[in-house]
């Protein structure tokens, strides 16, 4: 059984692989999730404190997770 875990991407990333390990996670395309994001950033500013704070937290699967 295998439990599906939230990590940046190593493979499908832009910047620090956020949106590409979100997008696995929810199984849709990462392209979506960067729309989001732009969308949040432009309507305030979220998207982009949002973004940090899952680099800090989301283990990147280059760390062996």
Avoid: E, H, N
Wanted: hydrophobic letters at 45%; charged letters at 15%; proline letters at 2%.
């Amino acid at each position: 059984m295998s439990t599906k875990k939230l990590v940046r991407s190593g493979s499908d990333k832009k910047i620090a692989g956020v949106c590409g390990g979100i997008a696995k996670y929810f199984g849709i395309d990462s392209t979506i999730v960067r729309i989001i994001a732009v969308i949040f950033t432009l309507a305030g500013g979220t998207g982009i404190l949002l973004y940090i704070v899952g680099w800090i937290l989301m283990p990147s699967i280059d760390d062996g997770y």
